[in-house]
């Protein structure tokens, strides 16, 4: 019965447009997009390289991202939290406990997803595609965009699954944001934090949104690419 | 000065295997020039040397009266398109791929609508602007490539074995279009092909070319004129056989060409020449016949090769024949590997080259 009322009354909270809980939802949606901007743009051109060029090790450097993709969230999250700590390497950034802090270590944490799943996109494109975007005139930037376009629904792939990741992941967030009332807070750690504190109607509000928003992204995105490949 | 195009002592190697040795050759404003050589000889790597896609490991690249630079390269690249053997195509429409050159030239976008249909007029697409261009077929894919490259109107134009995958329909298609564009819009083309009889028709001048050596050059009457020693030695061409040759009593040639295979031409020659037979010139059968055919023979399909609407066969009858047959046949023949099978060719459709 405790579940039911719990479930009702959350969404009364939601329907009700609980300033906090807004609040706390485009935090979450503010920080994983800026982690999984940062995790694209650092993630792409090493995808690129590792899809287009041949060397001696690259074998190692994709098992190392693969392996990458498993890392705990809380490990991570003590990483960082040693390394932005006062004491620790960049303690003079001041880091610790702020958002910034977060989109940082989820940008890492999703990096991984981003270079294994684009790598393998672009490894499937023709390798002539480079050659034939050049002999046409194109400069080598633009022969690269040109593999990158051919890829790019392995690439959206990659990023929806790291967007996924970064808004649900605990961690990190947790670790090196410290869910601070009002400026750290997203998600997941108020979930948790407030399950912890007995409040229970506020977890589940904020767990049905979490859900709510993890599949809308999965189902735009499957409904996106579903059009693309009817209208071919 | 009348050519476009000049390699210099060119050599390219690829992880130490030879790709080309030594090559110097000029190309001349406005011709067709025809590669002509087996697969493997290096044809592809000169056309991409050609395309300043491949750079050559020793000696100079000339281009419109300049010699060319790495830094000349991008530039190079806007004169010079290459359109490959195996068709690639970008995940797009046949307008998108077509387009592709004129927006990376940064022509306003009305142009390239104008231009993106002219290319297709030529190459016989219209209304294809729409379609997806990887759900067409081989040969209209190709064609495709073939005015995603024309549309750019550059001063050279290099073509990668053009007709070798398509069925003849196609083929025939894109032999026109070649001719055109070249005597029309007077672009330069180098086309690398292993067919004897594209080699013969379309183009001004002939380079043979063998191990990544060029070894002759000149005009299909001067090649195909004097019997060429490269020419006969090019055992991969398809049904194209040296032999020596004597005048039978009725006034035909009758060629050895080895293993107890005679070919009987209308052709008079004699001591040792080249013959070819077009693929499309011979019947195949079942059973032996009562016909007019001069050369009837029995052999085994060794190969097949399905083009679409026709299927290519290599029959072995103790020399390799290569056969064209329709598809519709060959399905109704119940052909299949190892299939015992007799060929049959008319004694004029022999020719001694």
């Given at each position: 019965?405790?579940?039911?009322?719990?479930?009702?009354?959350?969404?009364?909270?939601?329907?009700?447009?609980?300033?906090?809980?807004?609040?706390?939802?485009?935090?979450?949606?503010?920080?994983?997009?800026?982690?999984?901007?940062?995790?694209?743009?650092?993630?792409?051109?090493?995808?690129?390289?590792?899809?287009?060029?041949?060397?001696?090790?690259?074998?190692?450097?994709?098992?190392?991202?693969?392996?990458?993709?498993?890392?705990?969230?809380?490990?991570?999250?003590?990483?960082?939290?040693?390394?932005?700590?006062?004491?620790?390497?960049?303690?003079?950034?001041?880091?610790?406990?702020?958002?910034?802090?977060?989109?940082?270590?989820?940008?890492?944490?999703?990096?991984?997803?981003?270079?294994?799943?684009?790598?393998?996109?672009?490894?499937?494109?023709?390798?002539?595609?480079?050659?034939?975007?050049?002999?046409?005139?194109?400069?080598?930037?633009?022969?690269?965009?040109?593999?990158?376009?051919?890829?790019?629904?392995?690439?959206?792939?990659?990023?929806?699954?790291?967007?996924?990741?970064?808004?649900?992941?605990?961690?990190?967030?947790?670790?090196?944001?410290?869910?601070?009332?009002?400026?750290?807070?997203?998600?997941?750690?108020?979930?948790?934090?407030?399950?912890?504190?007995?409040?229970?109607?506020?977890?589940?509000?904020?767990?049905?949104?979490?859900?709510?928003?993890?599949?809308?992204?999965?189902?735009?995105?499957?409904?996106?690419?579903?059009?693309?490949?009817?209208?071919? | 000065?009348?050519?476009?195009?000049?390699?210099?002592?060119?050599?390219?190697?690829?992880?130490?295997?030879?790709?080309?040795?030594?090559?110097?050759?000029?190309?001349?404003?406005?011709?067709?020039?025809?590669?002509?050589?087996?697969?493997?000889?290096?044809?592809?790597?000169?056309?991409?040397?050609?395309?300043?896609?491949?750079?050559?490991?020793?000696?100079?690249?000339?281009?419109?009266?300049?010699?060319?630079?790495?830094?000349?390269?991008?530039?190079?690249?806007?004169?010079?398109?290459?359109v490959f053997q195996k068709t690639v195509l970008?995940?797009?429409?046949v307008?998108?791929n077509v387009?592709?050159?004129?927006?990376?030239?940064?022509?306003?976008?009305?142009?390239?609508?104008?231009?993106?249909?002219?290319a297709l007029k030529l190459v016989k697409l219209e209304d294809f602007?729409?379609r997806?261009a990887k759900k067409l077929s081989g040969g209209e894919q190709q064609r495709v490539a073939l005015a995603r490259a024309l549309?750019?109107?550059?001063?050279?134009l290099?073509l990668d074995e053009p007709t070798a995958d398509l069925d003849p329909k196609n083929a025939s298609i894109v032999e026109e279009i070649i001719a055109t564009v070249?005597?029309?819009?007077?672009?330069?083309i180098?086309m690398a092909t292993h067919n004897?009889f594209q080699?013969?028709n379309l183009?001004?001048?002939?380079?043979?070319?063998?191990?990544?050596?060029?070894?002759?050059?000149?005009?299909?009457?001067?090649?195909?004129?004097?019997?060429?020693?490269?020419?006969?030695?090019?055992?991969?061409?398809e049904?194209?056989?040296?032999?020596?040759?004597?005048?039978?009593?009725?006034?035909?040639?009758?060629?050895?060409?080895?293993?107890?295979?005679?070919?009987?031409?209308?052709?008079?020659?004699?001591?040792?020449?080249?013959?070819?037979?077009s693929p499309e010139?011979?019947?195949?059968?079942?059973?032996?016949?009562?016909?007019?055919?001069?050369?009837?023979?029995?052999?085994?399909?060794?190969?097949?090769l399905d083009l679409g609407s026709v299927v290519r066969?290599?029959?072995?009858?103790?020399?390799?024949?290569t056969?064209q047959i329709t598809k519709r046949?060959f399905?109704?023949?119940?052909?299949?590997?190892?299939?015992?099978?007799?060929?049959?060719?008319?004694?004029?459709?022999?020719?001694?080259?």
């Amino acid at each position: 019965m405790e579940i039911l009322d719990g479930i009702v009354k959350a969404f009364q909270l939601i329907i009700s447009g609980d300033p906090r809980i807004f609040e706390i939802t485009l935090r979450s949606l503010f920080i994983s997009s800026a982690a999984t901007l940062f995790a694209v743009l650092w993630g792409i051109p090493i995808a690129l390289f590792l899809g287009t060029r041949n060397f001696r090790g690259k074998l190692f450097v994709k098992g190392f991202f693969n392996t990458m993709i498993g890392i705990p969230t809380v490990g991570l999250g003590l990483i960082l939290f040693l390394i932005f700590s006062k004491a620790g390497p960049l303690g003079l950034l001041r880091l610790l406990y702020t958002p910034a802090a977060i989109i940082i270590g989820e940008a890492i944490l999703i990096m991984p997803i981003i270079i294994s799943f684009a790598t393998t996109a672009i490894e499937s494109v023709d390798p002539e595609i480079i050659n034939l975007a050049k002999t046409l005139g194109a400069s080598d930037d633009q022969a690269s965009f040109a593999v990158l376009k051919e890829a790019i629904n392995g690439i959206l792939t990659a990023g929806i699954a790291s967007y996924n990741r970064a808004i649900a992941e605990l961690g990190i967030a947790l670790m090196v944001g410290g869910n601070i009332t009002g400026w750290t807070e997203v998600l997941t750690t108020t979930i948790s934090n407030e399950t912890a504190k007995g409040n229970l109607e506020l977890s589940i509000a904020l767990a049905i949104i979490l859900l709510a928003l993890v599949f809308g992204i999965t189902l735009i995105t499957l409904a996106v690419g579903t059009l693309r490949r009817r209208r071919k | 000065m009348n050519w476009i195009a000049e390699l210099k002592d060119i050599t390219k190697t690829f992880n130490g295997i030879s790709a080309l040795d030594n090559v110097n050759l000029q190309i001349r404003k406005g011709e067709i020039l025809a590669l002509l050589g087996p697969n493997g000889s290096g044809k592809t790597t000169l056309l991409k040397i050609l395309a300043f896609l491949e750079k050559p490991l020793k000696g100079q690249v000339y281009f419109d009266g300049r010699k060319v630079t790495d830094k000349d390269v991008k530039q190079m690249r806007m004169e010079s398109t290459m359109v490959f053997q195996k068709t690639v195509l970008f995940d797009t429409t046949v307008y998108g791929n077509v387009a592709y050159g004129l927006k990376v030239r940064k022509l306003p976008k009305k142009m390239i609508a104008q231009e993106v249909r002219r290319a297709l007029k030529l190459v016989k697409l219209e209304d294809f602007e729409k379609r997806q261009a990887k759900k067409l077929s081989g040969g209209e894919q190709q064609r495709v490539a073939l005015a995603r490259a024309l549309v750019l109107n550059t001063k050279l134009l290099l073509l990668d074995e053009p007709t070798a995958d398509l069925d003849p329909k196609n083929a025939s298609i894109v032999e026109e279009i070649i001719a055109t564009v070249n005597r029309e819009l007077k672009t330069t083309i180098v086309m690398a092909t292993h067919n004897m009889f594209q080699a013969k028709n379309l183009p001004h001048r002939i380079a043979l070319i063998t191990n990544g050596k060029i070894s002759e050059v000149g005009t299909p009457a001067e090649i195909f004129g004097r019997l060429s020693k490269t020419l006969a030695s090019f055992a991969a061409l398809e049904n194209t056989f040296t032999g020596d040759a004597k005048i039978t009593l009725n006034g035909t040639t009758l060629v050895d060409i080895g293993n107890d295979v005679e070919i009987e031409t209308t052709a008079q020659s004699q001591g040792k020449v080249s013959v070819f037979v077009s693929p499309e010139d011979i019947i195949l059968s079942k059973t032996s016949f009562a016909s007019s055919a001069r050369n009837v023979f029995k052999g085994k399909i060794v190969e097949i090769l399905d083009l679409g609407s026709v299927v290519r066969l290599k029959v072995d009858v103790g020399r390799p024949f290569t056969v064209q047959i329709t598809k519709r046949s060959f399905n109704e023949m119940g052909l299949n590997l190892n299939a015992e099978v007799f060929l049959a060719f008319k004694a004029s459709s022999v020719q001694i080259i």
